[in-house]
């Protein structure tokens, strides 16, 4: 067979859709293989990355730890009268003579000593508001010490702080209670009177993130009956223009008491009653969001920016130990549910 019948075959073969190598075409026989070569590895690398990657999916999702390794550990003296708080990757100690703050190699990197009866610590971020309960003083630190230092001028029964410094406090007078709010820098930012007659008793006190918004747990009684309230206030410019006080609006609850207060997310509220979750939303006024019941009696809690949790005693618990920790959203939908079956004394998130 000549050159140019060849070339007719091949044509009259392309034609029909064949692929064709010239038997005489070494070059392009070498590219075939190589092409064929190449197209079965990536294949086989493809099969390798789903086989690995569903190894290691079930691997994580069906993990159980039954040992751990302690890294490092120090010998702590006077434990009684020391109150131990998370502070970022570190953590502060304090009690009735001073606070210190404390890096993971257990040094100190600053300390500053003060007299209370009874101090109580918040901390949010890179800020630690320390404030003597039945006393005058309230102290705020940031990563480098001490920033301020303030007297009131009544005893004081709560405190927060928010996350760029500001700090409130709940003091309580012969007439009524005061609910006072500063900058990081001492200045006084707002001055908020109640009553037993008007709101009822604080029971707790939680600042936004951005420290224009907070909101109260209140209990009073309507002659024999006790009732619990919740209580909004907005110190930015939409509770500047809404009314004196700064008041923007209350929910009143049945059923339950309110003893805990957070906000969490963006501009979520969440109200850790007796019974039940209460979740509410406020980026200038409240509204509610969702209820959630509550079928054992709350153990712990715990909350960061994005989500809150609840650690309960599980029901016909066989042990001694047998505990379910449930996390919710901002939307107050959960998205962990869990079992703990070890002892133990904290939590955080």
């Known amino acids: 067979m000549d050159k140019k019948e060849r070339r007719e075959l091949l044509k009259r073969k392309e034609q029909k859709g064949l692929t064709v190598v010239a038997d005489n075409d070494e070059a392009a026989i070498n590219h075939a293989s190589r092409s064929r070569f190449w197209k079965r590895l990536l294949i086989l690398f493809l099969l390798v990355l789903l086989v690995a990657g569903a190894g290691l999916y079930i691997s994580v999702s069906s993990r159980s730890y039954n040992a751990y390794e302690v890294i ?48 109580r610590a918040v901390v949010a971020g890179d800020y630690i508001a320390i404030a003597d309960f039945n006393g005058n003083q309230v102290y705020l630190f940031g990563r480098e010490g001490k920033l301020n230092q303030t007297t009131t001028q009544y005893t004081i029964i709560d405190v927060d702080v928010a996350l760029q410094g500001v700090f409130a406090v709940v003091l309580e007078s012969d007439t009524g209670n005061l609910i006072l ?129 609840i650690v309960y005693e599980k029901e016909n618990a066989q042990k001694l130990h047998q505990y379910e920790m449930k996390a919710y959203n901002a939307s107050g939908r959960e998205v962990v549910s869990l079992d703990i079956d070890i002892p133990y004394k904290h939590i955080r998130a």
């Open 72 to 119: 490092a550990s120090y010998e702590i003296e006077d434990v009684t009268s020391m109150e131990y708080l998370a502070y970022g990757d570190n953590y502060i100690k304090y009690s009735k003579d001073g606070v210190s703050y404390v890096d993971r190699n257990n040094h100190t990197v600053w300390m500053e000593s003060y007299a209370m009866k009874m101090p």
């Open 181 to 309: 709010t500063y900058d990081k820098n001492g200045k006084k930012i707002s001055e908020n009177f109640t009553t037993a007659e008007s709101s009822g008793y604080p029971l707790d006190i939680a600042l936004s993130a951005d420290g224009q918004k907070l909101v109260t747990s209140y209990v009073c009684f309507d002659g024999v009956a006790m009732k619990n309230q919740l209580g909004t206030y907005n110190f930015g410019s939409v509770g500047q223009n809404e009314n004196a006080d700064r008041f923007m609006g209350g929910f009143d609850l049945e059923d339950t008491l309110v003893s805990k207060v957070v906000f969490f997310g963006e501009h979520t509220i969440c109200a850790f009653g007796d019974n039940q979750l209460l979740f509410y939303s406020m980026k200038e006024k409240p509204s509610e969001l969702t209820k959630v019941a509550l079928n054992s009696e709350i153990k712990s809690i715990f909350y960061n920016t994005a989500y809150v949790g």
